[in-house]
């Protein structure tokens, strides 16, 4: 069974090494790298080889130069472990090493003794005799990227974890500076004004899965999140929970690039107030500019059109929907100018208005403006109106169609929307009405595939809504999300169960729901099972 990875706070903790090997030195120097008072117990040889005599040297210029560190010259004793710890535990060291190269009968008796006393050890070269093993490690700042493959071999595990780091942007150690800085702000401003209004914080971070790096995704991530002006301090409150949902969703969207190259400050200003474009500057230019609104596809950068790419790396703003993916927003070059809306729950319409004036600011500059969109621009899109807008202050912008997931999603999924004696039409519609009202349902038909976008984060009214409205809640249903991605996810399930099997699995925007005959044809949930969830996507 794979083990659970954790990070070790070992600030002043005991960590004891035995053996006089070159591993030993390597225990050694991590342990104190990551501020344990370390331990050495090995007897000084007296055998005369160089290898000892280098190592014994090594270890003696270490002792002499950092105080967290002694040489014990002997043999180990089983008190060692009871009386060479910190007063505050007893005198029982934190963790053991056991440094020898094979098997040895000093590695099974302190294995055993550490056992009984539940105190961490590793043995080198035998996980039998081990509580933990160590991973193959890249730190950078307050990044740690592990790997293990459970002792299958460390060479592999090396190699891997060379291969993820290589991927990492060089500076990446920046973002998580910054955005633990600004989570720190938002946490310390937030706390009292929440706590003043009776709203439990860690019932807010609990909500959205960001209490801890392992958290799943809730569900109700992008959940709306509306404000009940009429009751002023319900408000207060609420718009603090905008903001710490504000934030998870910059980490989930932003590309690592750009987050590393942002600052506190624009971030604090960003969630804080926002950047207020409600009054358009008149610019004078002799140059007019122009706009363009271009579809970003499912998700795989294979799926862009050479006329979508073309225009991305050519303009001189775009200005993206923060459901555009990382793989898109990457090929945009680093000269252009990049903004992201910060469409957080509640604020759709504000973010909507300051892309839209942002957008005329730059035409009247004289630049080339992308107005990039998820999927296609006209499929839920705003495009058509986006499109009267821009015409409105005289510039007719040119639309660049995009792959839709509403199509594109099911075809990656194994699901044929449409089947000769199974579905003969397919109906795309939306699950979030205006403003967050309810939409309008439309009615069963039995040979039909239904395909809701903007539908998940408020899944368990959806079908509701459907079964109020005579659906059968027998018929099979599928969620896709993150279609064409490499993390691409399928929930394959009935109306039914679709709701729970969703809060289980947690979210992982953007996804659609696609219901209908049409999603059993070709995968089928097997007989015992309530739903059934595929990972992954390695066609792009």
């Not at 730190?139 to 790997?147: I, N």
């Not at 989570?183 to 914080?201: C, F, Q, T, Y």
């Not at 790396?313 to 910060?342: C, M, N, S």
């Not at 039409?425 to 939306?430: F, K």
Request: aromatic share 6%.
């Amino acid at each position: 069974m794979p083990g659970l990875l954790v990070s070790q706070n070992c600030n002043s903790q005991v960590h004891l090494v035995v053996g006089s090997t070159a591993l030993s030195l390597t225990r050694v120097s991590k342990s104190l790298e990551c501020g344990a008072d370390v331990i050495l117990i090995a007897p000084k040889t007296s055998e005369t080889t160089q290898t000892l005599a280098v190592w014994e040297t090594e270890v003696q210029d270490r002792e002499a130069s950092c105080p967290n560190f002694r040489w014990i010259q002997r043999a180990f004793k089983d008190d060692d472990l009871t009386v060479l710890g910190r007063d505050e535990v007893d005198n029982v060291v934190d963790t053991v090493f056991v440094a020898h190269h094979s098997p040895s009968t000093v590695g099974i008796r302190i294995s055993a003794l550490c056992k009984r006393l539940r105190i961490p050890i590793n043995v080198a070269d035998s996980p039998e005799l081990s509580t933990f093993t160590l991973l193959s490690t890249h730190t950078d700042g307050p990044l740690q990227v592990g790997v293990t493959t459970s002792g299958k071999g460390c060479r592999l595990a090396s190699r891997i974890r060379r291969e993820i780091v290589s991927s990492l942007p060089l500076d990446i150690a920046q973002a998580c500076h910054k955005v633990g800085e600004l989570k720190r702000s938002i946490e310390e401003e937030d706390a009292k004004d929440l706590e003043h209004h009776n709203v439990n914080l860690d019932s807010l971070y609990h909500e959205i899965g960001q209490n801890d790096d392992d958290a799943v995704q809730n569900h109700k991530f992008n959940e709306l999140v509306l404000e009940e002006r009429s009751d002023l301090e319900k408000s207060r409150a609420l718009k603090k929970k905008q903001r710490i949902r504000w934030l998870s969703q910059v980490v989930e969207y932003y590309p690592f690039s750009q987050l590393a190259a942002l600052s506190i400050e624009d971030l604090c200003s960003q969630y804080r107030h926002g950047r207020n474009f409600s009054a358009v500057e008149d610019v004078v230019t002799n140059k007019k500019g122009s706009i363009a609104l271009v579809g970003s596809g499912p998700g795989a950068p294979g799926l862009l059109t050479t006329s979508a790419l073309a225009a991305i790396t050519t303009a001189d703003l775009v200005l993206a929907d923060k459901l555009v993916p990382a793989g898109v927003l990457d090929l945009i070059p680093r000269h252009v100018e990049t903004f992201i809306a910060k469409k957080f729950p509640g604020n759709a319409e504000a973010a909507q208005e300051q892309l839209l004036n942002m957008g005329i600011i730059a035409l009247k500059e004289g630049k080339s403006v992308v107005r990039l969109k998820q999927g296609d621009p006209y499929i839920f899109g705003r495009g058509a109106e986006e499109y009267l807008f821009f015409s409105k202050h005289g510039y007719k912008p040119q639309v660049i169609p995009g792959i839709t997931s509403a199509l594109s999603g099911p075809l990656l999924a194994a699901i044929s929307p449409t089947h000769r004696e199974v579905a003969d039409q397919v109906l795309i519609c939306t699950g979030t009405g205006r403003k967050g009202t309810t939409p309008a349902i439309p009615e069963y038909v039995d040979s039909r595939t239904t395909i809701f976008l903007m539908a998940l984060h408020r899944l368990a009214d959806v079908t509701v809504w459907l079964r109020d409205a005579g659906w059968r809640m027998d018929v099979p249903c599928a969620i896709i999300e993150r279609a064409s991605c490499p993390d691409q996810r399928v929930i394959r399930t009935t109306l039914e169960h679709v709701a729970e099997a969703f809060e289980r699995a947690g979210s992982r925007p953007p996804g659609i729901l696609v219901v209908g005959k049409s999603c059993a044809v070709i995968e089928q949930t097997p007989s015992g099972q309530t739903w059934v969830i595929d990972e992954g996507c390695t066609l792009f």
